[in-house]
């Protein structure tokens, strides 16, 4: 699955940034006994600014269907970059 998350100010630059991430899951049968709606879980990783060049530890709310949990995310790229100001 894919979905596209946004930083509302970059810590290293200040501006928006909204990335492409592809996320990976996992069967979690546990979870899908507990909720039939979606859920909302927090992921932190490395995101990339692409204003400075430089990498941050961010964090994102992702939503999950019943029974899946996250095994891992990658940062495809960058969709959209706003300055500051803009």
């Given at each position: 699955m894919h979905e596209v998350?946004?930083?509302q100010?970059?810590?290293l630059c200040g501006a928006l940034h909204t990335y492409n991430l592809k996320v990976?899951?996992?069967p979690d049968p546990d979870t899908r006994k507990l909720s039939l709606r979606q859920r909302r879980r927090k992921f932190?990783?490395?995101f990339f600014c692409p204003v400075l060049g430089k990498q941050f530890r961010g964090s994102?709310?992702?939503l999950l269907s019943p029974g899946e949990r996250i095994s891992?995310?990658?940062v495809v790229g960058v969709e959209k970059d706003v300055p500051v100001g803009a």
């Open positions: 998350v946004n930083t100010n970059c810590p990976e899951t996992t932190a990783g490395a994102a709310t992702l891992g995310v990658t």
